[in-house]
């Protein structure tokens, strides 16, 4: 029964961190349009979410966890032509978010999925744990 209960904690511990995930996944969607509002200043710019596993010292097991949100200062921003924007440098161009919105879709459709993989564990642990009650009474 323990062992039961450990897989639910270790499926809530990847729930969790899919979870910030999804929170970043849809900062940056709701930003990708965003662009610089002072000439030469920086747009929004990409969030990024790295995990790391934590050895439960109670239970002996890995469980993951967020080891940080970090901006994504890999990826260039990407310039527009528009002189006539408040925000436009000397040449006319204008400052424009990093995130790539393809990028973006691809890693919230691969958080859902992960969430759900840990989602359905946790249920199924849950089901064996009520069976082995039910087995007891």
Known sequence: MDD???STRVSTSGM???????????ENLANADSVATTPGGDPYRRKSVSFQNVLNQETGTQMVKVNRIAADTSTPFEQRY???HPAADSRGYVKVSNVN???????????E???EANLGAMQISR???????????
């Open 127 to 137: 089901a064996m744990i009520t069976k082995t009650v039910d087995l007891l009474k």
């Open 113 to 115: 999925r992960s969430y």
């Open 16 to 26: 969790k961190a899919q979870a910030t995930r999804l929170r970043v996944v849809s």
């Open 4 to 6: 039961l209960m450990i």
């Open 101 to 111: 919105t393809m990028v973006e879709m691809m890693d919230m459709r691969e958080a």
């Open 82 to 84: 528009e002189p006539n």
